[in-house]
Structures are given as C-alpha cells and as structure tokens.
C-alpha cells in the first residue's frame, strides 16, 4: 500500500515538473494512477477476503496530536477498491480526453492534481489518525478545486469553483468540531481508541452525530447542502466529474459509517433523520435531474438521488442497530455499501459517456443532440448500459443493491411496531418512486441524447472517441453486467465489511446474508431465464423475417413525408407533464412568446430551472454576508509584508494571552 | 419447483390473447353490437408473425431489439405469477420485486424504441408512459408491502395461498383498498380506460398504441403478445387477492381461471360505461390509487 502511495505522489511531483505540452505526461500521470491502483487493490483484495494479516502502519508525524497512522481494514478496503479501479479508468480516459488541449495549455498541474485527488481520497480512507484524516479531507477538497477550475477561462467555470470552495469547506468546519469535541471527550485522536472507548453520553453523541451528518453530508450531497454537485460536477473535466461523482463524494458516506463505530448505541430518530434525508435527497435529486437540459447537470442531480438512495439504506441499518434487527441492520448497510460500489461503476460510466458526447459533438446541451447512437455506437451502447443500470432495472447491477434495501424494509416491516414501519414504509414508497422517476429520467436521456434525427449540425458531425476513452468505457459496462450476474457472490463478499462496522455475531452475519443471497440466485436465474429467452427471439425473429420484404421508408407522420429534425420531440417536452405535477417544488421559470396572427413568424420557450435551495436559502445569506465583510476591505491591499506581520502580530497576542 | 407449478404458466401462455377478445365482446355487449369473434387477438398474432417488416431510416437495432426485449421480460415475469393458490414456476422471497423489476425493463425499451423513431407522437406517447408509470410505481409497491404485512408472506405464491376468507373478515378494509389500488394499477399499466383508450384512431391522444406506431410485422405480434401477457399478470394479481380457497385443488385453479376472465369482463364495462378522463386529470386518479394504497397499508399496521 505504502508503495501506491508513494508512486502516487512522485506521479503528482513528475508531472508537475515536467509540464510540457507533449502526451508525455499524461502517459506518465495515468501511468502512475494505474500502476498505483494495481499495487493498492491486492491488500485491499486480501482484506476483503478475510486475511488476518491486516496492514498498518505507524509514524511519528511532527504535527500535534498528529501521527502517521494508517490501517487497512474491511470498511476501508470496500471504499478502496471501486476508488482506485474508477481512478485508474478514468486516468486512462483523460489522457484521450485532454488531447484536446494539447500544444495549447501545459497538461502538468492537471495531471499533477489528479494524481493528488486520487493520493488524498485513498489517505482519506486508510487514515486512523484524525489529524491525518483532516490533513488528507482537506488537500483532497483543494486537489479537486484546481481540477475543477481547469478550465478557468470561462466565467461560469470559475463560480463553479467558487461555490465549491466555500460548499466543502463549511463542511469542513464541521467535521474539524466533530474531530476536536471526540477528542476533547476521549483524549486521544486514534480511530482505533474512538472504537474501542466509545461516547458514553447520550447527548454529546447525538451532537455529534448532527456535526458528522451535516460534514460528511456536504461533501456527499444531501439535499440541501448539495448546492455544489450540479456546480463543480458540469465544470470540471468529464474525466474528473467520473471520479468525483463516482467516489469522491462517497468519502462522506464512508466518513458517517466511521463515525458510526465511534457513537455507540443509536437513539431510533437518528435512523429516521437518515431516512428522511435520503428521501428528500433522492426524491427532489431525481425531480431536478429531470428538469434539467445540460447532460453533465443532469447527472450530477442524479448523485444526489443516488446519495439519497444509499442513506436510505444507512437509514434502515441504523433503525436495525436501535432496535436489535439484524435483517434490517444487514440489509439496509449492505444495500447501501454495495450501492456505493454500483453507483461508483455506472455513474462512472455515464459521465465518461457524457464526456465522449462532449467530444464528439462539442456540446452538452441535450437538446441539441440527438442521433448519436449511429455516430457513436460505442459509447451509446455503453451509455445505455450504464442508464438501465442507475434505473434499478433488472438484470444488471442497480437492480441488486436496491433490491437489498427493498428486501431489508420488507422484511423489517412485517411484523415491526409503528415506529420503525412507518418509516420503512415511507421507505418503500419513496424508493419505487424514485425507481420511477429514474427511469423517466433516463429514458428522456438515453433517447434525446443518441436517438431520433441529430438536432443540430454539431450533433450531425459527432465522432467517436478513441480507443483510450471507449475502454474504460466497457469495462465499466462489463462491471455493470458481472455484479448483475454474480450478485450472490458479491453479495456474501459483504460479510467481512459488515461484520466490520456492525459488531454482529459472524454467525448472525451469514446467516441473514445467506437467507438474502437464496432469492438473489433465483433472481440470477430469472436474468439467465430471460437472456436465453431473448436469444431465442432473435433467432426466431431472424428466421421469420428470413425471405421475406424488409423495407425502409420514413418514419410514420400521418402522411407527411418531410419531417425535419426539429418536429422532434425534445428533452424539455418529455419531461414537461412530471416537471409540471412537480412544479411547486421545483419553481422552473418559463419565458413564453406564444405564436400570434395568422401567419405567426416566431414563437420561443425557455425555460429554466435553477436550484432551489442554491436561490432561495444560500444566495439570500451570502449577499448578507458579503455585505458585512466588504466593511473589512481596508485589511486587504495586496501588500505581503502587510500580511506577514498580521500573522507575527496575532502569534505575539495568542503568546500572550497563554503566558497571562 | 413441481410439475404442477408450471400450470399458471401454460394458462398465462395460451389464454392472454383470448382476455383481449373477452373484454371486446363484453364492450360490444354492451353498444349492442355483435362484435369481433372472441379469438381475434389469436387471429392477429398469426397474421402478423406471417409478415415482412418496413423499418423507418432513422431508426437503428434498438428498434428491433425493444419488442424482443419487452417480451422476453413479459415471458420472464409469466414464471413468478402464480394463479391463485396455485404456486408459480419461480417462487422465493421477495419476487415480486423482479416481477415489478421486469416489467419496468419492459417499459424502458418500449420507451426507448419509440424515441428511436424521431416522431414526435412517439415521444409524446413515450412521455405520457414514463409520467403514468412513475406515479402507479409506488401505488404498487405499497399495496404489495400491505399485502406483506397482511400475510406475512414475502412471496407472491405463498401470499396467495395464504390469503382466506378469515383474512378478508379480519381485515377486509385494507384487503378491500389493496384490491382497488391494484384495479387502477391494471388499467393503467394496460392502458385501458379511464387512463388510455386503446381503440382511439387519432395520435395525438394516444399513449400505448402511438409508442409502437411505427413497428409492423412480427414485431408487432411480439408487442401484442406482450401486452397481453401484462394483461394476464395483473389480472392475476388482483385476483390472487380477492380469491379465497376451497379444499380441491382442482376447483381452486377453475375458479382462479374464472375470476382472470372475470377481471376481463369488469374492465370491460369500465370501458363501457365511461369515457377516458383527460390527461390532466389521470395523475389524479394515479396518486389517489397511491393514497388508498397507503391508508390500506395503515389500517393493516393498526388492527394487527
């Protein structure tokens, strides 16, 4: 592990030396990504198969309270591996992606923060140490500011960062409370004496458990702290997007599980907060998804969703530990550790889609495009994978997880009191609808973006990408399709992560996980039911149709035979009747210059829909904020000497205020 | 897994198509007319399968592969319904999650087909399918997690043959409301009216039958099939439901056979004695089959 690391940071270093415009340093920067992914997944791999032999390693580190200490296990190990494949995937697409830019910009520091971001996201998850933890949370939030940014020219790609900057550092703010009151009540700052010690009272626990839940939530994305996501996500470089959406915001989710194991026993409303969370996440997530017309936007709503459906899994597992339910207690964590894994695959996927869309057609707006799957046949089919796959459509990977955290909420539920099957109803409810709206949302993606006649002359003149972006492409297809297939061994690989963070008994563990992976193998045969019945209609199919007339001819419009692109549904239509029922929650501002006369020449529709919460909560108090602090401006006059002695005089004040 | 499991099967198999015929005559029945011979449906497959095909240039293989698509699912989903107290093919906890699951995958390449056209009747139809399903989704799922805490089954097979008339006397209201729930679900994942009117010859007020505008042939027999097997299932389900149990097996399975038709013959005079409600309208009708879904699903966590 030690050795991923350091190749990671001499790939950072290397490449920031080097930045020359040659495809050199890419070539070097995702060869360092790669090679460290491969040298860090085998212990991750042996940790999950249960190996004794647990790494750890410890260092004096000069910073108070500080230590070098980092440790491998199961709960790490789970985050670790989809980190570094979709890390590697995505370095490999980015050398083909930022071709682009070559001769014109220096590729150095971009690749030199990536191979940063990856470095601090996989310290983030190995470190036991909370200063390191801090350490490593904050040169991650900093790495990918840059990487976002890296378009910096434009305008809205600088707010973009902006917002992002401020979003994850008020969630910093937070966890730095979180960390400083654990350590305050447990003297220590070891992960390991957190677990062991645990916080005995109740109030300080729930504190902070509010603390970690608003921290890592910012950075995971609930709703309504998510302001940033369908910022930073569009801005950034599409391999970049993958990575940050894929597993970046996941480090919040691992962060909560962490902090599980430090809290000890969980009053009941923390489960219902999380549930409550989740709906709201996943629900208003995928509303706004579909209200959008910018694919990348698009998608970074749907982190949200998927944020929400994974809390809903954390939700129901933290009811289980409340109440004593080991069913619901492994099949809500288990649903939602295994969603992590999926979501990481297919939205990794869909963004490196989105980004091979970008390229081949210069443009995200999804209805401007239209017609790709002939032009694009790759990545289309990749794409459309990766769109069954977040719709939670048998018989590929989304299906399973949610599949889990359904199972978990019905079985919880059957005979449970109110307390918990109320919210598990709630549950149920709010995940068929979001496995609805999913689907709406998808299907308007899929079928605007790579289907029909092209919308405009750029989407008619689209490419295909190269080999280096298509593969990473279809072997994260290929991942969609294999945890679909295997999901009973994936799902019985879950017994050492939960064992992990549950305290169960090993036995109780397995056996619940074995009662769970007995309908997955009848599922599994359903899938295998179903591909072989579709392998016999399109042979019978082929043979009906042998010799007989198969035409083409135009497509059917009621006898008008000179349809033109733009007759063509598009993205905003689709979705017009659910962002209509929706509307009160959404506030989509329409501008409407209806046709007049006779014989109308013009007529336009735009609508908007802007983040609600981002309008209506955050911009108000910003402004306020802005107010106030343009009073200090004064302070700020860009001579440096100035500043250094504001630091010499604050130090000489803290002196003396301690020596008082 | 017995021979006997795989009756629900092969009813489902051959008598779907013959329930398109049954509502047709109820509803001529009821204009007075003679109406269509009852195996027309029959009729129609035959004559479909026997045709070549016109395929629009715009469209690419997706278009051919979503008729295949839907039916493998329909066909996959035919193994987990059982017929009254007669088990399905597939039976294991949490199955009608995969059944809800494969009709879903049905849906998405029906959609996806049509928007492969261009037209813009198809995508209008395909998004009026995506607006409805959406809100008939959690209608379903909270009258299947009623029915789980009603039965404390977790599989359609064994919910069924647990459902009594003790069951319907002890909880007969939140049965009741499962029931009507799983009606409005029916006719709208079928396209019937109050929701769609499948006999409607004008595009743009179309919803099922403009999304497959386009496909002719023997894709459009696997699109018929299809339909009707989804017909089929849901009928099933409802009266999985509604159907107490008598001691012979054999009578029970008659009796179940009955009732599908019977489903067929309500869902006829529904189409007989109104018209179809106007698309604003529809989502009201969708949420308020969610609303009796969820009170059903109080009243059960309440009287046990």
């Known amino acids: 592990m030690l050795f991923a690391l350091a190749f990671l940071a001499l790939g950072a270093v290397v490449t920031l030396l080097i930045n020359h415009h040659d495809p050199i340093v890419s070539w070097l920067g995702a060869g360092s990504v790669v090679v460290a992914a491969v040298l860090g997944s085998i212990p991750a791999v042996q940790v999950m198969a249960g190996s004794s032999l647990v790494e750890r390693f410890r260092m004096p580190w000069p910073i108070p309270m500080g230590e070098f200490f980092i440790e491998i296990d199961p709960l790490t190990a789970w985050f670790l591996l989809p980190t570094l494949l979709l890390s590697a995937l995505s370095a490999i697409y980015g050398v083909g992606y930022l071709r682009r830019w070559q001769g014109r910009r220096g590729l150095g520091p971009v690749w030199s923060f990536y191979c940063l971001l990856v470095l601090s996201m996989t310290l983030v998850l190995l470190a036991r140490n909370g200063m390191l933890f801090l350490f490593a949370w904050e040169v991650m939030a900093v790495a990918s500011f840059f990487l976002v940014t890296f378009e910096h020219e434009s305008e809205s790609v600088r707010e973009a960062g902006w917002i992002y900057l401020v979003a994850t550092h008020l969630g910093t703010a937070f966890l730095l409370a979180f960390f400083l009151l654990l350590a305050r009540d447990t003297g220590s700052m070891d992960f390991t004496v957190w677990a062991a010690k645990g916080v005995q009272a109740q109030r300080l626990a729930s504190i902070l458990f509010l603390l970690a839940v608003i921290g890592f939530g910012t950075k995971a994305g609930f709703m309504p702290l998510h302001v940033w996501l369908p910022e930073a996500h569009p801005a950034a470089p599409s391999h970049v997007s993958a990575l940050m959406s894929g597993v970046m915001i996941k480090t919040g989710i691992y962060g909560l599980l962490r902090t599980f194991t430090f809290l000890g026993a969980p009053p009941l409303w923390w489960g219902w907060g999380l549930i409550a969370i989740g709906l709201t996440s996943g629900v208003l997530g995928v509303l706004f998804a579909l209200a959008q017309h910018d694919l990348k936007r698009l998608l970074a709503y749907h982190s949200v969703e998927n944020i929400g459906i994974i809390t809903l899994g954390l939700g129901a597992g933290l009811l289980g530990v409340s109440t004593g339910s080991p069913v619901l207690i492994v099949l809500g964590f288990g649903g939602g550790l295994l969603h992590v894994v999926n979501h990481a695959l297919f939205k990794g996927l869909l963004f490196l889609g989105a980004g091979a869309v970008l390229h081949g057609a210069g443009t995200r707006e999804i209805d401007h495009l239209g017609g790709l799957l002939k032009r694009m046949p790759w990545t289309a089919a990749t794409f459309l994978i990766g769109a069954v796959a977040i719709s939670g459509l048998p018989p590929l990977n989304g299906f399973v997880s949610e599949f889990l955290i359904f199972l978990g909420a019905f079985k919880g539920g059957i005979s449970a009191g109110g307390a918990i099957a109320v919210p598990l109803f709630a549950l149920i409810a709010g995940l068929a609808l979001i496995g609805g709206l999913a689907a709406a949302c998808f299907t308007k993606a899929f079928g605007i973006v790579f289907l029909g006649e092209p919308r405009s002359e750029h989407a008619s003149h689209a490419h295909e990408a190269d080999w280096t972006m298509r593969l990473p492409m279809l072997i994260l297809a290929v991942g969609c399709i294999l945890i679909g297939l295997f999901a009973p061994v994936v799902v019985g690989s879950l017994k050492t992560v939960l064992e992990n963070i549950t305290k169960l008994q090993p036995a109780t563990v397995s056996g619940n996980l074995a009662a769970t992976t007995s309908p997955l193998s ?28 198969v035409e083409a001819d135009i497509t059917w419009g009621c006898g008008y035979a000179q349809p033109t692109a733009r007759m063509q549904y598009t993205a905003s239509s689709f979705a017009q009747p659910l962002t209509d029922l929706f509307g009160p929650l959404l506030g989509t501002k329409k501008k409407i210059s209806p046709p007049h006369g006779l014989f109308p020449e013009e007529a336009a529709l735009k609508t908007t829909t802007p983040d609600i919460s981002h309008e209506q909560m955050y911009r108000p108090v910003f402004e306020r904020i802005n107010e106030w602090l343009s009073r200090l401006h004064w302070v700020q006059h860009g001579k440096v000497q100035l500043y250094v002695l504001y630091i010499a005089v604050t130090l000489i004040v803290l002196l003396v205020w301690k020596l008082r | 897994m017995n021979a006997i499991s795989f009756i629900p099967l092969l009813l489902a198999l051959t008598l779907s198509p013959l329930l398109l015929g049954v509502i047709n005559r109820t509803k001529a029945f009821f204009a007075g007319r003679h109406g269509q011979p009852l195996l027309q449906t029959y009729f129609d497959l035959w004559k479909l399968l026997q045709k070549g095909a016109v395929y629009s ?33 597939l039976a294991f906890p949490a199955d009608f999650l995969l059944f809800a699951g494969l009709l879903g995958l049905m849906r998405f390449f029906t959609v996806v087909a049509a ?8 995508g209008m139809g395909a998004s009026r399918e995506v607006f409805f399903s959406a809100l008939t989704e959690p209608a379903l799922f909270v009258a ?32 009741g409301l499962v029931v009507l729930a799983l009606m409005i679900v029916l006719l709208a994942e079928n396209s019937r009216i ?17 999304m497959v505008l386009d496909h002719g042939g023997p894709d459009l027999a696997f699109i018929f099939y299809s339909a009707a097997l989804k017909l089929w299932l849901l009928s099933a389900l ?29 869902v006829g005079v529904i189409e007989s004695v109104m018209a179809r409600l106007r698309l604003m309208i529809v989502p009201q009708l969708l949420v308020g089959a969610g609303a009796l879904a969820a009170t059903a699903f109080l009243l059960a966590l309440k009287l046990n």
């Open chain 2, 238 to 266: 409802v009266v999985g439901i509604v159907l107490p149990g008598t001691g012979d097996p054999r009578l029970n399975l008659l009796l179940a056979v009955g009732a599908v038709f019977g489903v067929a013959v309500i």
């Open chain 1, 522 to 549: 009848f599922i599994v045969l359903g899938a295998a039911l179903f591909l072989t019945l579709l392998a016999v209609l399109i042979l019978l199919r082929r043979h009906l149709l042998a010799r007989r007339r």
């Open chain 2, 115 to 122: 928007l492969d056209t261009g037209s813009s009747f198809e």
């Open chain 2, 194 to 210: 109050p929701v769609d009117d499948p006999n409607t010859h004008l595009e743009l007020t179309m919803i099922h039958e403009v």
């Open chain 2, 144 to 175: 299947l997690a009623t029915l789980v805490r009603e039965t404390g089954q977790l599989s359609l097979s064994t919910m069924f043959g647990q459902v009594s008339n003790a069951h319907w006397l002890h909880s007969g209201p939140a049965l």
């Open chain 2, 57 to 89: 240039r715009t469209t690419t293989w997706l278009f051919r592969a979503g008729p295949m698509i839907g039916l493998a699912a329909a066909l996959t989903a035919t193994l987990l319904m059982p017929l009254g107290k007669c088990p399905a093919s």
